[in-house]
């Protein structure tokens, strides 16, 4: 018996709909695509006429793997009509009215009917609904809708604020971190100009510069004519027209310290010794009244003859400590009076010159040894002294300066007949006695003046706050078009572009390390170079040196006059090294080979060539070399040996001072060197059999 399988009739209605529909869809799917062709190939045709809208489609067949499909309508009146019928046509059948979505095409925004079709696998809940036709899936425009509201721009969409790409900040320029922390009285110290100078007049009683009449005669005798620019500027300082700010003592108003950066031969030492000597004539006790501080022994013995030149027939008293004599023999020359507990102190010397390490071994172990009546304390050489930390000798001598601020239980010493025992103390510590105190008494000040010298000055503020100084004055010798330029004649100095003589030429030869001995004497002798000093690195470089040359010599000079050479270093003793100093002095030393040593503050007149045999380690000791010629006014030439793994650090230390240009280079060819090759051949074979003798001795 066969079954029969009842099927509803709108089931079997709806699925022969569905397949209606579907044909209806799939024609309506290709128009769509011709319309899309057409508007692209002819867009200002129908630029104003045509809305672009994209509606999402779901499909199931395979023909249909787009999600989104793209809706071309033309707005032409019959669209109107035939949505009339479609309207009319969904009352009829009680369809839903279709919902509406938002359509954009470009910047237009309308609102259009869309239905989305059912998929061909649809759930059975859903065959008895009507398919809808192809004709519902166009988008529908409203008859009220205003064209001109297409072409209105929409309002973007929000975004996120828009931020900068991070940028790394400039760094600060040299001059930006050079005036950082600078001293308020550096920023205002005086610029003063190498070429000024004042003649010295023996006519008026009352000179300009403060000198009296009997210290300018003196000069006269000595041959000074005039003074140089740092003289000129520092007397009128040191030496006020007002005899009252010219005491020995001033508690009430003590004088300002005063700084000079000035290059090296520029008269930095009778600046200072003529105002000491001027001042310290109208003393009538002795005391230790002036202090100058040295780096060496050699620039001690130099400072020591420049007071005992100018101050002739003054009567004052001048000592030394330097070490070269013993502790008891100094003792014996600088205290008078060796009577304990004496709270003014003792002193033999009205002027001492000393080295920082001996000073303070008196200080320490030196009874009555005093510094409170000290009216100047003078520091050469200057940002030397200051880098070195021997015992806090800076610290200890400032110290010593001030008076304490409580008194002492020490009391001085009677004599045998009950009087009171001659004891002087320094205004400043006066309240050390057992005096009577007052509300009126004024406070007292030290009356000592330090004044700091130096062709490189230092610029940290550190050390400079260091020194305690008390209204500091500061003066800086540099030429005008250093000064002119932009940064300032301060920043220059802080930045350690140093100032030359305008006298002095500067020359630099890149050679091989090989041949830097046979450069040398290719030098000394096709430029004529006489009583020249040669810098070398060590004390051991300057004796092979000294001996390499003397062979070179003997090689050359056959039957002729060879030239001498000599070395001066640490390793010669004290006497030794006078000795020497002394020949060079009376010309009878054509070279003296010297290591760092001598470089600075020595003045030897008749030097007109400075060599560098080796390249100096900072800018710095290059100033201090090249500054022991070309003093005074005289010309000189300098003469820097450079290694060629060492020139590119000698021209960035150059161009980092600003010397650059200033230094000329001289090219060597081989040919120029030729003649003076095998004597150099035959020199280096006799030293390495002298250095061999000597290993095997």
Known sequence: MAVTELVPNGAEDGSKEKTKAKKRYLKAKKERRKKRKSTTSAPTAAKSRDVTADVDVGSSASSEKDNVEEVVVEVTPPVKEKKAKKEKKRDADGERPRKRRKVQEGDAVNEAPVEIPSSPVASPSRHSSPEPDAANVAATVDDTMDLDAL????????ALPSFPQPTQPAAPSRIELASQGLDTALAQARIIDPTLTSAISLESQDDSSGLSLKTRTRLKELGITELFAVQTTLLPLLLP???????LYLPYDPPSDICVSAPTGSGKTLAYVLPIVETLSARVVTRLRALIVLPTRDLVAQVRETLEEVGKGRGLKIGTATG?????????????????????????VDILICTPGRLIDHLNGTSNFSLQHLRYLVIDEADRLLAQSFQDWLVRVLAATRPPPEPTTASSPVETDGLPYPDALAPAHTHLLPTISTDIDEPKASSCQKLLFSATLMSDPAKLRALDLRDPQYVILQSAGAGAEASGGVLDVVMEKFSMPSTLSEHMLVCDAARKPLMLFWLVLQHDVRGALVFTKSAESTARLVRLFEFFEAARAVGGKPLVARAYSSDLGAAERKATLEAFKNREIDLLVASD??????DIAHVAHVVSYDVPVDMRKYVHRVGRTARAGRKGDAWTLVEEQEARYFKEMLRGAGRTEAVARVRVSDKQLEPFTGFYTDALQKLREAYAREKAD
């Open 151 to 158: 072409n209105t721009p929409a309002p973007e969409e929000s």
């Open 241 to 247: 027209l007002d005899p009252l700010k010219r005491s």
């Open 324 to 348: 070269q004599h013993s502790f008891a023999h100094e003792q014996s020359q600088l205290i008078a009076d060796k009577s304990p507990g004496l709270l003014g102190g003792s002193s033999k």
């Open 597 to 602: 040593l001598i470089s600075r503050g020595i």
